[in-house]
């Protein structure tokens, strides 16, 4: 079984799942899956991530390829070092960045 991994900053490193059946079964905290459907600039696409806090509660968010949607967040268009723009806000909840593959609890 997969778990967690943090760099030497306790960032918590954001391991991409090819498999959405897997990411949904193994639940790992920080956790995401986005369709590998060869993405467009400007495209909309789910983001599906477990909660970086360790709740394992799995999210979906809007996300655009290189653009902000009018609802959503910006996605850098890399899966292997993701970046999300704003922060990931979840209200009463968590708050916080996905920056070059790593969270980061705001």
Not at 33 to 41: A, G, I, N, T, V
Not at 81 to 95: D, M, N, Q, R, Y
Request: charged share 25%; with cysteine; hydrophobic share 35%.
């Amino acid at each position: 079984m997969t778990t967690a991994i943090y760099d030497k900053e306790d960032k918590l490193r954001a391991i991409h799942y090819p498999d959405r059946k897997l990411h949904k079964q193994q639940k790992i905290k920080g956790s995401y899956w986005l369709p590998m459907d060869d993405p467009k600039e400007g495209d909309v696409q789910g983001f599906w991530f477990v909660c970086p806090c360790g709740c394992s509660e799995l999210y979906r968010i809007p996300v655009g390829m290189k653009m902000k949607p009018a609802i959503g967040w910006r996605w850098n268009g890399v899966y292997d070092a993701i970046s999300i723009e704003p922060a990931v806000e979840i209200t009463g909840h968590l708050k916080a960045k996905l920056t070059d593959g790593y969270w980061e609890i705001l």
